[in-house]
């Protein structure tokens, strides 16, 4: 993947060079053929016209040759000078003609001169019609401001040439893109391949990896690792959740088949024709099946409706009700049960009559359960004090003076299928109570927090918003 871009790159940057030449060359080859590009007139930038434009200024007055004042300006600005010859080769007129300049010319002296010796000045020739008399005109410019080259060429091998310039002009173009393009896509290109082989890495389940954030994909780094280790840790929840759900199907099946057994070994006592029964041993054994039975059921119940508030399928049966009473009652029905009996509860209020709109089935389930807590992982000498107290919200406080909760248990106690460190009977149950209760109250509009301390006790806050 990483050549691909790599390639693609290089491709890009060799077309772009390659275009901006041959725009270039189209430019440079549209400017040189513009005829309005060289017209000047003055003898350095192009002396041609220069020469050219003596023509008109040389003229013939009383049947002698005269150069007007422009044209003798003109001369004297750039340090030339003129000579004008008749057929026959011989001087007729001159203006700054220098001592040793020859007073007559042969045809080859002339051209000779004007093509090929090199002196100290550079003669241009063009001939003049005045008055029916033919003149040739020699210009010569001083050759430390001009020079001339005389170039003979064939148009084939000018073709020829100017092909094998452009193509080697683009190879050498061609070869310096590639190499440079080469060096800057990898420059570009390099954290892309980290950003794709990090992508690849967390696709095949290692989120484990560490990326360098600098350079100017400095963000895009600092991301990707903050996506790592948000998948490490989400990844790291989710075997602690699937050991949890494991370690609470067993604990589960363990609960359930436990009662079954019990109920199976009693029922069997009751249908043995050949075993007679005593009334009271009857009895026993019926209480027995029908707390075990209640007991399965219970597990059941708490399933279906973890289930139900997980999935956001249950209905509120919401109504006023006296909160006070309602936490009151629950305390009284808990103090009322044997087991608990010699239990020391606290129970205050700042007022009498607190109403709140909830579903009370599902609300006190969730109180008791909160309260059933502090007891079952607690001695009979904790103290337990419930409070309810009407500030911006409502408030329902449960604390004790108990063993309190570590730390590792305190952030799995609301989690699904978490029973803790649990050690006896009283200890037993779905492992869905303190999950359930949660729910309860969060679909109320409610919140919760819990703060405890090994050796201290534990305290719970239910927070309930008045409307």
Do not use: C
Not at 346 to 352: A, C, K, L, P, T
């Amino acid at each position: 993947m990483k050549w691909k871009i790599t390639r693609n790159f290089i491709l890009t940057i060799v077309f772009v060079v390659i275009s901006v030449v041959i725009i270039n060359i189209m430019s440079i080859l549209y400017v040189i053929s513009n005829d309005n590009f060289f017209k000047v007139v003055d003898s350095k930038n192009n002396p041609e016209e220069f020469v050219r434009s003596f023509e008109k200024e040389l003229y013939e007055k009383d049947e002698q040759l005269k150069l007007s004042k422009i044209g003798i300006d003109k001369l004297e600005k750039s340090n030339s000078w003129l000579q004008v010859l008749n057929d026959s080769g011989e001087e007729v007129y001159g203006i700054n003609v220098p001592k040793d300049a020859p007073k007559k010319y042969t045809p080859f002296q002339m051209v000779n001169n004007y093509k090929y010796i090199e002196t100290e000045y550079v003669n241009f020739v063009l001939e003049k019609y005045l008055n029916k008399k033919h003149l040739n005109i020699i210009i010569s410019i001083p050759s430390r401001d001009i020079s001339r080259i005389i170039l003979t060429y064939s148009k084939n091998n000018i073709k020829e040439t100017l092909n094998k310039i452009i193509i080697i002009t683009l190879v050498i173009d061609g070869v310096a893109a590639l190499g440079v393009g080469y060096l800057f896509s990898r420059k570009l290109t390099k954290p892309i391949s980290s950003v794709l082989w990090s992508i690849e890495t967390m696709a095949n389940g290692n989120y484990s990896l560490y990326i360098k954030d600098r350079g100017i994909y400095e963000e895009v780094f600092k991301n990707i690792n903050m996506l790592a280790d948000t998948l490490r840790i989400n990844e790291d929840e989710r075997k602690e959740n699937e050991e949890l759900r494991e370690e609470w199907l067993t604990n589960i099946t363990h609960d359930i088949k436990t009662p079954l057994a019990s109920i199976q070994g009693y029922a069997e006592i009751i249908n043995d024709k050949d075993y007679e029964i005593a009334e009271d041993e009857l009895q026993e054994y019926t209480e027995i099946i029908y707390n075990k039975s209640k007991y399965i059921k219970d597990l059941v119940d708490d399933l279906n409706l973890s289930t139900r508030l997980k999935n956001n399928t249950i209905a509120l049966n919401k109504k006023k009700i006296n909160l006070v009473s309602l936490v009151r009652n629950i305390i009284v029905d808990i103090l009322n049960d044997n087991r608990y009996r010699n239990r020391n509860i606290e129970f205050e209020s700042d007022e009498d009559l607190i109403e709140v709109s909830v579903d009370s089935i599902l609300f006190r389930r969730a109180i008791t359960n909160f309260i059933f807590n502090s007891i079952v992982h607690n001695n009979e000498e904790t103290l337990i004090k419930v409070e309810i107290a009407k500030k911006d919200n409502i408030e329902i406080i449960i604390k004790d003076s108990g063993v309190g909760i570590s730390k590792s248990d305190l952030k799995h106690i609301f989690e699904r299928y978490y029973r803790g460190t649990n050690t006896g009977e009283l200890h037993k149950g779905s492992g869905l109570g303190m999950a359930i209760s949660k729910e309860i109250i969060e679909i109320h509009k409610g919140k919760i927090y819990v703060s405890s301390k090994v050796g201290v006790g534990t305290e719970i806050i239910i927070e309930i918003n008045q409307n």
